[in-house]
Each structure stands twice: as structure tokens, then as C-alpha cells.
């Protein structure tokens, strides 16, 4: 059966990023390797999904002469993972927008009721000229992402993007009907939730594989 099509998902089918991803969900995979898998899938899906960001004319000075370059317009680029393992995939992205400043958002999802309960928020100021990218490895019935992205909203962010390595269909329809206006980015569109909330084929417990818990 062909995957359901979202107008908010974008898949990036790039080939290497499906490479990594694939070791990515091996079960075999060390806590080690798997760390560094999510910050390199993190840092191609961020050359990807920054293609279109505006630019704008700025003087320098070559060596030889004056010229015109070009520059990414508006304030710096603004990372928020989502605790824990959006945190993994911060350093990926950083290194390739090293000016980006990094906002956290505390949220983690009951057990047994799988509602996200929050715990922190803490962003840059200067909201409004900021471009918001909210990172976190997992959507799955996209309780997290949804409470996340209105957080931000409520803190007054005007341009929000949504990067997260495996999604559950059932998370990005919930993303689209609380905020059509967010674009997804994935590396994968899996095939649904088990009765525990868990992607499937998806990769097991993000968290738990970074940093090594359970
Ligand atoms: C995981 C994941 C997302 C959330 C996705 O976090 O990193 O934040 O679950 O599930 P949802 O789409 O159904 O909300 P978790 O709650 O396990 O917290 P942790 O990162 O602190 O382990
Ligand atoms: N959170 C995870 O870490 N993995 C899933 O499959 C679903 C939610």
C-alpha cells in the first residue's frame, strides 16, 4: 500500500541520509555510533531543509577588491530540541549554522497516557525576526511536537519548521491539524504506533539509544 501523502511533510530521500538512518535503527547499533548517526542524519537534513532561506546583499573586502557577497538575512537561526534526544541532534546542525543560537524545550511523555507534560522553556529573545527550528528525533502521535510548536507560539515565534528523523502518520496529522502552518521535515514516514505509542518499524526509545539509559 503506497504511504499516505501529507501537504505539511517533506521526506528527504537523500541517499545517504536513508544509509545512516537504517544503521540508525539497527538494534545492534552502540550507543556510541548511534550518537553520532543522529548528528550527521541532523547535519545533512539541515543543508536540505535551509535551501530556501532568504538572502541578502552584503559588502566585503577580498583580498584583491571590493564585492558584494551574499548572506542569510534576518537574525540568527534558532535550534530548540526537545528534551532529551532533540539534544542529539543539535551539535550536527551546529556545526554546519555555527551562529545559530539554541533554545530547550522540557517535555516528556507520560507512559501510560502518552500526553507530553513540560517541564522547561527557555528561548532567545528577540523572537520575533527569528527563525525557529524544532528538532527532536521522534514524531510519533506528535503530542510532544504539537505542545512544543504552541509553546513557542505563545512566546510570540513567527516562523517554525519541524525536523525529526522517523514520523508516525498518525504525528504528522496531529501537526497538521494544530499547526498547518509548521512544515515537517523527515527522514522517514514509518507505518503506525503500536498499542504503546512506539513507531513501527521506528528505532525504539530515542532517548534511551543517545544517551544510554535502560
Ligand atoms: C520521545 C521523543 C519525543 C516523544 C514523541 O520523548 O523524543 O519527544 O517521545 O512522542 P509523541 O509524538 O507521542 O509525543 P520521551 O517522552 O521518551 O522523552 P525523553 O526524550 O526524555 O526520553
Ligand atoms: N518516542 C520514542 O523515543 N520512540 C518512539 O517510537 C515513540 C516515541
Redesign the pocket.
Known sequence: MAPPSFPNLTVLAHPLIQHKLTILRDRRTSTRDFKQLVNEIAMLMAYEVTQDLPLEPVDIETPLEKTTGRQVAGKKLTLVP?????LGMVEGISQLIPSARVGHIG???DHDT?Q?VDYYFKIPSGEQDRTFFVL??????????VAAVSALKRAGAPRVRFLCLVAAPA?VQAMLDAHRDVPVYTAALDRELNAK?YILPGLG????RLFGTR
Request: glycine share 24%.
Open positions: 526537545i528534551l532529551r534526544a532533540g517535555l516528556y511523555r502518552l507530553p527532536d528525533p521522534m514524531l510519533a502521535t506528535g503530542g510532544s511536537a504525528g505509542g526509545d530515542a532517548g534511551d
